[in-house]
């Protein structure tokens, strides 16, 4: 199988310079709408109103975006009346309380175990997340690695609305880890519950379960937010406020 | 009651051989274009119909669809008819202790409706062979909770549990020294869907692999109640994203065809393109799963450079990566310049042709093949009395594809080929998955390159309520979005029989006395989806 | 000297006497405390006459009566005897103190504790006297009582038992290889002038070559089957199985060996012939029989069937490692001859003590818990803290892990089968090189089964529906203990053991092993040259003379050196590896307490994948755990699995899948059954002669008469 090892050589380095150069190959982020004003108030409240899960706020002429709300219908993109301005980035990863947040400690900046909980995600960030291992994103070459057991893990990565069934496990991952630990919520569904919301079925998001450190919001976050929001848990970058 | 046929209307010899065979058991009216409707007026006839239809019709099981009325239950068993088109069978039973016959002995593949049907409304079936701790687990809810029943309030602040700490899973194999295994719901370094599952073992190899799914329920079909139908489209595409473009076309469909709006050519046109494009894209992320267990890294790398690339091409051509916001009721919500069309030719050309060379180059890796070659295999016996769907169902031999018998959204007018392999093992569903992603690539082409100028979207009309049902092939197999509108326009039921409910019985069932090392492989070639099955 | 040894063995027989009377008449409740004082003490006083003729080094005998007509029975103590006496002395303290909490059980039943105690009295004067008997009339004589004795007590609990067949196999294998013994000693006295073991020696030296080979393979077998050879072992795994938990470790530890003795006296001292056919026969059968042994003691999950299986396979060895002493001897290679007989008395010594420590072990595990099926055990460390260690260094003695016991005999016996380039012909060499392959398959296949062992019964979460209600008493403690420290003792410190076992094996080898197994690195020096001043000073170097004044002895070092053909060098020493693992341990603790930061650690649940609790049927069994080597070895088990489904509705509804296992021993497919069918088919035959009718029978006297005048005639 020589073959095979003299193949991958020659499809040379394909990775992303990303963090050490801006990446901006076409396609890699969905983009996300932004704060918009627009010329009157009415515009505004009708950009708010088009917004099926409720993420715009209209202030005055000000249409202002929660995108952790956003679950990327593009009602306000394509189509609308009056579209909201959309950026082309990819960095999002907040705090939810800045104040209390803290990057873990200066070793795992280079050596860092994530470990990923499914809890009732669609499977497009899960899918995401698993993008990150390919040649494309390569996460290796960050020092990021996937492990199966939160026994030496130092993230936790949780996606979904954190379904009831799946609610045990979750926590029981949680406290199976030892510290320092962070908990990193991917996706919509995670941050609020996304189309699913609260329900006796669905908690609404990480934030009822557990302790959340970090939000990375997207319906689906791409990769490279993902790997943006590894790199604020090591203090590497810095998360946007 | 019975309905008396109009005049002009002549049955065609299939109606009249049911008749014929259950003559004052039922009632056969035609009803919307290709659904034949069969009431059921004696409940003792429903097994021996079912039967009748599934093995000597050799129709295919569509699902089971059950509503609570205000006085009675309202179940409708679907079925396929090869190269005709739906049938359903109507079937209503009083609110109070129904007796409800269990057609699972005659056709198996009505298992897990049947069980859900008991999980989700509390009906009983006779004569099911196992009932109970489906969907709602028993470690975590109580007996008897029934939340699909029209009474519960999916929103209930205050819901107490009472669950069984001293549950014990049901083990099949006796042996003195025989033990389950358990994996998961949290394994395989978090990139697998939490599914549980317990390999029976004796020691050395895996004697019956259960898989216990719903860790992943969302409650969809009961949140859906009440919204309206733009709301309703939202969860269509997010409770399974990675087919999020194929279950939503199947919703617009049931709307298009309920309220009988005719979706103009262009948006048909390009709903083809985008649907085979989601499907290639599906493909080649399973292929990547499938060579990850195998632990062959090299090729793992480049399925996934491909599947990245098709991720990259869907975004800058729809403006989001896995294609949601594109479907609506009467068409698509935005149009597509020419550059762009050519720009998604060029990057499917480019993905297809890399798939081809990494085709080759797997088929001459013979520890690679040695892998997959009698690993989880499905006989064609038991595809067919499982009734599976989709690329698995077509591995082992059943050539079952929605787009050629029940044609939608203008597939009659392309030409393809829809694959069909003997062997039923993982070697046969991986050339199963590179066939398709080839006729995928295929029609993309010949639907863009035919795109014709117009609109993309059919004007709005009013829906008028009741029932409507809509059907598309998904890249795991047929799926079916059924709804009821009330007068306000507002979702009264939503049902959604994804195709990955149907195939994980066949894993469970059809899979048995592998090596533990070959687990992880069979998985990935079954390629199913969690978050589709529990919804 | 010689009195104290005299008067030692005297008090001895004195006090199982005594102990023997009072057993009968005491109250029940008495009897176990008789049982551990008086049996300890007189094991204690066998041990003590051991160790006195030992030091003495000069051989005791004494004549006992008379017999008008057939002979004189005497007593002849020599080191061969006493090595065996000591190990059984031993045995038998550990086991009289451990049954004393035990005979609990027989107070009230109808088995009364008195009865056992006389039995247990007389066995142990009937092995004593086995061992140190000086002539054949006794030795037969003693050993038939010792038979029948061992029957009684294996018999004990007859209507308790569920194999009641499992005594009586024994007894007619008992009587059968007796009858071999018979026959074999006769051959040997037929050309002697009488009976004692001196003049058989001197009629041994001058046999023909057919009586040299009906000799062997009689005494062979006739004493295989007390030892356990195949394929005269298959009542072995029954009975053991069937033996009360308070006996078994005497049946294990003395009565096995004493067949182990049986071989080595009839066979290796008595008549060891000039050929090296005997001894590779012996070779052979060993290394079969240990493989054998082990395999289905990997395979078994009953404790005691598992134990009684791992037994045949240490006989195994030990009979190897004879069978390489005979062939070195009857070739001329004195040196490798005495590695190889100092190789199987170490293992035999090895083997009681650590096989009485694991049967005492298993035996308090059925006492507390009620089962012996180790898929049902599990989690003991936590309930049976102190038998757990005791345990685990029984484990790690009999899978031959340093520094215990078992390793130093392991490695003796396979360091002989590598010295196989002095003898003389290729297939020998062969034979030799397929041998040492076997054990060495069985070295692993012994570590696979007690890891199976200790992991399933001790480790893990608790499998069955039982739970503790009693923990080790105070006096099993000790006796545990006491095995657990020789164990431990044997060994660190071989260069203590191999002199004393050297006495006895100068003397049948014809060279010192001792000479060329310890060398005196504590009392060579450079001037007075017992080795070669380069040698002595490169071990010196790795500090093999350390201790030099403070330890007697000649050094702690147990070293081989090869021969002109193979010069390296084999060394190795328990003591000094404890040594430098304690050094490096202790370094290992103090750097990690002083120099790093203390962390906090929390205790949490075991991760089992999110679930909400491990089920005791999610945990591996020992069946599991075993499996690739059924499954490897398949053409040796040879099961019949018997599928059988059970179906609601169709093939893909299952409610049950059972599979049947029925396997048959191999020995007994080979061996038992065919012999047993043709045994039957004869009889079968012969029973067509008692048809009923008078007159044959008559005729059938009379032709007899005519035959016997007839032979009468031609003598």
Not at chain 2, 19 to 24: A, D, H, N, P, Y
Not at chain 2, 79 to 85: E, I, N, T, V, Y
Request: net charge neutral; hydrophobic share 50%; with cysteine.
């Amino acid at each position: 199988m020589a073959f095979w090892f003299w193949r991958g050589l020659r499809k040379g380095i394909r990775s992303t310079r990303y963090p050490y150069a801006p990446e901006l190959a076409p396609g890699i982020s969905p983009g996300r709408p932004l704060d918009t004003l627009f010329a009157t108030p009415e515009e505004a409240a009708i950009a708010a109103v088009n917004c099926p899960v409720d993420a715009i706020t209209a202030i005055g002429g000000h249409a202002h975006v929660d995108l952790k709300k956003c679950v990327y219908c593009e009602r306000c993109h394509f189509g609308a009346p009056n579209p909201l301005q959309w950026d082309d980035g990819f960095e999002w990863t907040q705090a939810p309380s800045p104040s209390r947040y803290k990057p873990l400690p200066n070793e795992f900046a280079r050596s860092l175990h994530v470990m990923v909980v499914d809890a009732g995600d669609c499977g497009a960030c899960l899918n995401e997340i698993r993008q990150l291992n390919n040649p494309l994103y390569n996460m290796h070459g960050l020092g990021i690695f996937f492990t199966a057991t939160p026994r030496i893990a130092d993230v936790l990565m949780v996606v979904g609305p954190v379904s009831e069934n799946m609610r045990g496990a979750l926590v029981k991952t949680y406290e199976a880890m030892p510290g320092p630990k962070r908990v990193m919520a991917v996706g919509t569904c995670a941050l609020t519950g996304g189309v699913f919301g609260r329900s006796f079925m669905s908690a609404g998001g990480v934030h009822a379960v557990l302790p959340v450190d970090l939000d990375v919001p997207g319906d689906p976050p791409p990769p490279l937010a993902v790997l943006h929001g590894l790199l604020v848990v090591t203090g590497r970058k810095a998360a946007i406020q | 009651m019975i309905s008396t046929p109009p005049l002009r209307y002549l049955k065609t010899p299939f109606e009249a051989e049911i008749e014929r065979q259950f003559t004052t058991a039922v009632s056969v009216e035609l009803s919307h274009d290709q659904i034949l409707s069969v009431r059921l007026l004696r409940t003792e006839a429903l097994r021996d119909l079912c039967k009748f239809l599934f093995w000597d019709a050799a129709c295919s099981f569509g699902g089971l669809i059950v509503e609570e009325e205000p006085a009675e239950w309202h179940l409708q068993y679907l079925f396929l008819r090869p190269g005709a088109g739906w049938i359903t069978v109507t079937l209503r039973a009083p609110l109070q202790n129904p007796v409800l016959p269990s057609i699972t002995p005659a056709v198996h593949a009505a298992d897990w409706y049947e069980r859900e049907a008991e999980d989700l409304f509390g009906l009983q079936f006779e004569e099911h062979p196992r009932l109970g701790d489906f969907i709602l687990h028993d470690q975590v809810w109580q007996e008897g909770i029934a939340p699909m029943r029209r009474a519960f309030n999916p929103l209930q602040s205050h819901f107490e549990r009472r669950p069984n700490a001293e549950w014990r899973p049901t083990l099949v194999v006796k042996d003195p020294g025989a033990f389950a295994m358990p994996v998961g719901p949290v394994y395989e370094g978090g990139l697998g869907e939490s599914v549980h599952f317990l390999l029976e073992t004796v020691g050395e190899d895996v004697i019956r692999a259960v898989p216990r799914l719903f860790y992943k329920y969302r409650a969809v079909e009961k949140i859906a109640e009440g919204k309206s139908v733009s709301d309703g489209l939202l969860l269509a595409e997010r409770f399974a994203a990675k087919s999020a473009f194929a279950h939503s076309l199947a919703y617009c469909q049931a709307i298009e065809r309920a309220a009988q709006i005719d979706v103009p050519v262009r948006a048909k046109q390009l709903r083809v393109s985008l649907a085979e494009l989601e499907r290639l894209r599906h493909h080649a992320g399973t292929i990547q799963a499938i060579c990850q267990s195998t632990a062959l890294s090299v090729s793992e790398a480049h399925a996934a450079i491909i599947e990245e690339q098709l991720l990259r091409a869907s975004c800058q051509f729809s403006g989001h990566r896995y294609l949601f916001g594109l479907n609506t009721p009467g068409g698509l919500r935005r149009d597509f310049e020419a550059p762009a069309c050519l720009m998604l030719l060029d990057a499917v050309d480019e993905a297809v042709r890399h798939l081809g060379e990494l085709e080759q180059r797997l088929r001459l890796t013979s520890s690679f093949l040695d892998r997959l070659e009698d690993a989880g295999v499905v006989s064609a016996q038991a595809a067919r009395d499982l009734d599976l769907v989709g690329p698995i169902g077509r591995a082992s031999g059943l050539a079952n594809d929605l787009r050629r018998p029940c044609p939608y959204t203008g597939y009659e007018s392309y030409s393809f080929e829809i694959s069909s392999e003997p062997d039923g093992d993982g070697f046969a569903r991986l050339r199963v998955l590179f066939f398709e992603a080839q006729q995928s690539a295929a029609l993309i082409q010949q639907a863009i390159k035919a795109l014709q100028p117009g609109a993309v979207c059919a004007p709005e009309s009013h829906v008028s309520p009741g029932s409507a049902m809509g059907w598309a092939e998904a890249p795991i197999g047929a799926t079916v979005h059924w709804l009821r509108l009330d007068e306000n326009g507002r979702i009264e039921r939503y049902r959604i029989l994804s195709p990955s409910f149907r195939n994980w019985l066949g894993l469970h069932v059809a899979v048995e006395d592998f090596a533990f090392q070959d687990f992880p492989i069979i998985l990935a070639t079954f390629g199913l989806s969690a978050a589709e099955c529990d919804r | 000297m010689m009195g104290w040894t005299d008067a030692t063995l005297a008090l001895f027989f004195l006090l199982c006497a005594a102990g023997l009377v009072l057993s009968a008449i005491v109250p029940n409740r008495v009897v176990a405390f008789l049982l551990a004082w008086l049996g300890g003490i007189s094991s204690l006083l066998l041990m003590t006459a051991a160790t006195l003729q030992l030091i003495a080094g000069q051989d005791f005998d004494t004549t006992l009566w008379t017999l008008y007509g057939w002979g004189t029975l005497s007593v002849h103590v020599d080191h061969l005897s006493s090595i065996f006496l000591f190990i059984a002395g031993l045995v038998y303290l550990s086991c009289s103190l451990f049954a004393r909490d035990y005979l609990i059980q027989y107070f009230s039943n109808r088995y009364p504790a008195g009865r056992y105690g006389v039995l247990y009295f007389a066995l142990m004067a009937a092995v004593a006297l086995v061992l140190i008997a000086g002539d054949a009339l006794t030795f037969l004589l003693v050993w038939e009582c010792m038979s029948i004795l061992s029957y009684l007590l294996v018999n004990y609990e007859r209507s308790q038992q569920r194999d009641p067949a499992a005594g009586y196999i024994m007894l007619a294998m008992s009587e059968g290889g007796f009858l071999a013994i018979v026959v074999a000693f006769l051959i040997l006295a037929a050309h002697a002038s009488s009976f004692s073991f001196p003049a058989l020696r001197a009629a041994g030296g001058d046999l023909s070559d057919l009586a040299m080979w009906g000799v062997f393979v009689l005494g062979f077998f006739g004493f295989g089957v007390k030892a356990g050879v195949v394929p005269v072992n298959f009542w072995l795994p029954r009975c053991y199985t069937a033996t009360p938990p308070i006996f078994i470790p005497v049946l294990a530890g003395v009565t096995l060996n004493l067949g182990l003795y049986g071989i080595f006296r009839l066979n290796g001292d008595l008549a060891p012939g000039h050929g090296i056919g005997m001894g590779l026969v012996a070779l052979i059968v060993g290394s079969l029989t240990a493989l054998v042994g082990i395999l289905y003691a990997t395979t078994e999950n009953d404790l005691k069937t598992m134990l009684a299986h791992s037994s045949i396979e240490n006989a195994g060895i030990v009979v190897a490692g004879f069978g390489a002493f005979l062939v070195f001897r009857n070739s001329g290679n004195a040196v490798p001859a005495a590695i190889a007989l100092t190789a199987a008395l170490y293992h035999a010594v090895n083997h009681s003590v650590y096989k009485a420590l694991l049967y005492e072990g298993a035996g308090h595990i059925e006492w507390s818990t009620g089962t012996r099926d180790m898929d049902q055990l599990g989690g003991l460390i936590r309930v049976l803290p102190a038998l757990s260690v005791v345990f685990l260094v029984g484990c790690l003695a009999i899978s031959a892990v340093p520094p215990f016991n078992g390793f130093v005999s392991e490695w003796l016996t396979l360091q002989t089968f590598l010295r196989s380039a002095v003898l003389p012909f290729a297939f020998v060499k062969v034979i030799f090189a397929l041998s040492g392959a076997i054990l060495a398959l069985t070295a692993a296949l012994a570590v696979t089964c007690f890891v199976k062992t200790y992991a399933m019964s001790f480790l893990g979460i608790r499998r069955g529906a039982w739970s503790i209600s009693k923990s080790l008493p105070l006096q099993a403690r000790f006796s545990v203990a006491l095995l657990a420290v020789a164990c431990l003792l044997l060994g660190i410190l071989p260069t203590y053991v191999i002199p004393v076992l050297n006495r006895a094996v100068e003397g049948m080898a014809g060279a010192s092993a001792t000479a060329s197994l310890v060398p005196p690195f504590f009392t060579a020096t450079s001037q007075n040259q017992e080795l070669p001043p380069a040698f002595l000073q490169d071990f010196h170097n790795l500090g093999a003379q350390t201790g030099a004044g403070a330890v007697p002895g000649r050094g702690l070092v147990i070293l081989l050196r090869g021969s002109d053909q193979n010069p390296v060098v084999f060394a190795m020493s328990p003591f000094y590896s404890l040594l430098a693992l304690a050094i490096l341990l202790f370094i290992a603790w103090f750097v990690v307490t002083r120099f790093t930061r203390q962390r906090a650690v929390a205790r949490r649940e075991l991760w089992a994948g999110g679930i909400p609790r491990l089920l005791a049927e999610m945990s591996y069994t020992a069946t599991g755990f075993s499996n690739p080597v059924r499954v490897v070895f398949q053409a040796i088990f040879r099961p019949n699995i018997v599928e059988d489904t059970r179906e609601t509705v169709s093939v893909h509804f299952r409610t049950a899948i059972r599979r049947r296992r029925d396997e048959t021993h191999l020995v007994d497919r080979l061996f038992f059954h065919p012999v047993g069918d043709a045994v039957l088919w004869i009889a079968r035959g012969l029973a067509g002669m008692h048809h009923g009718k008078l007159n044959a029978y008559v005729t059938y006297s009379l032709a007899f008469f005519v035959l016997i005048l007839f032979l009468y005639r031609l003598a």
